[in-house]
Nanobody
Framework: QVQLVESGGGLVQAGGSLRLSCATS????????MGWFRQAPGKERDFVAF????????EFADSVKGRFSISRDNAKKTVDLQIHSLKPEDTAVYYC?????????????????WGQGTQVTVSS
């Protein structure tokens, strides 16, 4: 059974930075895409970013482009989301997800396994 565990969330002031990490188990990590999604209170879960199996390609939601970056370490089976210039509207539970294939997608249905999430709260 594959497990994904997010960490790094917390309470931060607007303009601050956070680094979210996702640790995974299982043998398939290095061959699949990884994604980050987020869900704000009362809203649907939204795409944030994905990175391909090799790390050679990544995409970001328009709302985070230029402020967020994503990276992965296939040897350690981890994927990180670096967040800069945080805004109150970034407040959400952030979820790590493991894709069905090596190429990322913005749709949540393209992801097979999900973590429990980590809370990010940005104060104004």
């Amino acid at each position: 059974q594959v497990q994904l565990v997010e960490s790094g969330g917390g309470l931060v002031q607007a303009g601050g930075s956070l680094r979210l990490s996702c640790a995974t188990s299982g043998r398939t990590f290095s061959s699949v895409a990884m994604g980050w999604f987020r869900q704000a209170p009362g809203k649907e879960r939204d795409f944030v970013a994905f990175i391909s199996w090799s790390g050679s390609s990544a995409e970001f939601a328009d709302s985070v482009k230029g402020r967020f970056s994503i990276s992965r370490d296939n040897a350690k089976k981890t994927v990180d989301l670096q967040i800069h210039s945080l805004k109150p509207e970034d407040t959400a539970v952030y979820y790590c997800a493991m894709g069905w294939s090596g190429f990322g997608d913005r749709k949540s249905s393209a992801y097979r396994y999900w973590g429990q999430g980590t809370q990010v709260t940005v104060s104004s």
